[in-house]
Every structure is written in structure tokens, then in C-alpha cells.
């Protein structure tokens, strides 16, 4: 297995130089584009391979539209102008499909009988794949656009009923405007926030 580092222009790309998105260009993103950030948001590790994140995209102008609704004001125009706006879900009844994502170990799905630590995982692998999410939609040349700010319950109903999926936040997707953009903000240094023992 190679374990070279990747190279700093990627490292911008990813982080450094990547901002949250306010506006869009008038670009449109691929299938094929939503796709290859699921191919790569995939293989990224989870509790037992649980793999909870369940994901709604919001293309077309009635969906944008639905979700546009349940969002706070600062937000809907974004979700109405951005070529997509992902729903990042976390999927509560995940354990059923352990025997499959975790077949070294058939009893897996007895982990979670618990009701409430089934939702605790769901939620704690299903943000740690949101962040995945995130990471591989730069990769594939895309900016994001991460929000909270939405009804939750609201969008559980209108995207995910007859399901135990349940939102998490959403995440605009395209080219940024780079007019919408704020000035960096601070970030905490080292010693701040981290302690070595």
C-alpha cells in the first residue's frame, strides 16, 4: 500500500484554500459528480463499518423548492441557487444491514438492540461521514456550502418518511461565487486546542 502524503496544491484544495460557499456560479453539477463523491466518501471508516449516512439530493427546482421552505431565511436562497444542495441523513435502523457491512462478525447487529445507542452511533459515524462527504466533494473539483439553520423534523418529514433516517444538516454543491464569500475567519492554534500526554 503507498502511504506517500499527498502534495500541498492538494492540501489547499482540501482545506487550506477551500471556504464555505454563500453563492453560486450558473454551473451545473453531473450525476456523474454526485456519484464520485459517494465513491469516495464510501471508503471512509466507520464504527463496524456501520455506514449510517443516507443521502437526499436536491436538484431539480420543485425539491429546492420543498427544502428551500423548511429552511431558516439566511439560508433559503442559498438552497434555491445552488446547483444542488445535499441532505446528509443518518440512518437510526443502520444495524440492520450489519451482516452485510460487517460480515466478519454475525453478531454485529446485537451490538445495537439498544434503541438509544443505535442513535447515538448513527449520528456520531453519520457526521464523521459527513465530514467525508465534504472533503470528497472537493476532491472532485466542487465547492461546498455546509449549513445548519433548517427545520429538522420538518425535513425528516418531507424527505425521509416511512424511513429511520434522520437529517443532520445540508451541504450546498457547485462552483462558488466568490463574491459570497467571508473573510477568513480565525482558527485555533495548536496549543490551543490540543494537548500531547
Sequence with gaps: MNHHAVNDES???LFRAART???WQDKPVSTAMLMAIYDLMRWGPTSANCSPARIVFCTTDNSKQRLAR???P????KVLTAPATAIIGFDVAFPELLPKLFPHDQTAKT???DPGHAEHTAFRNGSLQGGYFI?????VGLDCGPMSGFNNAKVDEEFF?????KSNFICGLGYGDPSGVFERS???SFDEACKIV
Excluded at 135 to 139: F, K, M, Q
Excluded at 161 to 165: E, L, N, R
Design 161 to 165: 418518511a416511512g424511513t429511520k433516517v
Design 11 to 13: 492540501l489547499d484544495t
Design 21 to 23: 460557499q454563500n453563492k
Design 186 to 188: 480565525p482558527r485555533l
Design 70 to 72: 423548511l429552511c431558516s
Design 135 to 139: 472533503i470528497a466533494a472537493r476532491a
Design 74 to 77: 439566511g439560508n433559503r436562497q
Design 111 to 113: 451490538w445495537f438492540a
